[in-house]
């Protein structure tokens, strides 16, 4: 995938890069079809190999934790102590930034309203309405291709 990413960069060059991700997406899915298979239906998961998938799953949790810590603690940073090479102001000269009362609080209304949408169809499910059920989740796919093009439309006036 790497070797894929960097002939892609400079040649232009997509199949050593589609050879690279087909190899991870199948290596992907034939481990977790294993893992299921194993602690489902075969039941060899000892206490320890769950413990250690547990273990595995909190270190993934704590990473991204640190992650996105590390990338909010970069962005005030910049922004409550620009340096001289951006002109000593927030945001840098040229740079227009987007007035958050408009598409993002729309964005960010659709998202939680997304979020109701797939709880209720959960509960629908859960009590037995199907028909319920189906609606809320058309409603949430729905929702969630407006957010996507609400975002599309954001990123290409930015741009």
């Not at 232009?12 to 194993?38: A, N, P, S, V, Y």
């Not at 190999?49 to 970069?74: D, K, Y």
């Not at 939680?112 to 009590?127: C, E, N, P, R």
């Amino acid at each position: 995938l790497t070797v894929g990413l960097t002939f892609w960069f400079h040649n232009h060059e997509t199949t050593t890069l589609l050879f690279g991700l087909f190899l991870i997406i199948m290596t992907m899915f034939q481990w977790w079809r294993d893992i299921i298979r194993e602690s489902t239906f075969q039941g060899h998961h000892t206490l320890k190999v769950s413990s250690g998938m547990r273990m595995g799953m909190i270190l993934f949790i704590t990473s991204e934790i640190c992650f996105f810590f590390a990338f909010f603690w970069a962005y005030f940073h910049s922004s409550l102590a620009p340096n001289t090479e951006i002109g000593a102001c927030w945001p840098p000269i040229y740079i227009y930034p987007l007035n958050p009362f408009q598409v993002p609080l729309l964005n960010t209304a659709i998202l939680l309203a997304s979020g109701v949408t797939v709880t209720w169809a959960h509960h629908s499910l859960m009590l037995g309405n199907n028909k319920e059920s189906i609606q809320s989740m058309i409603l949430t796919v729905l929702l969630g291709m407006y957010f996507t093009l609400l975002q599309a439309q954001e990123y290409m006036e930015a741009s």
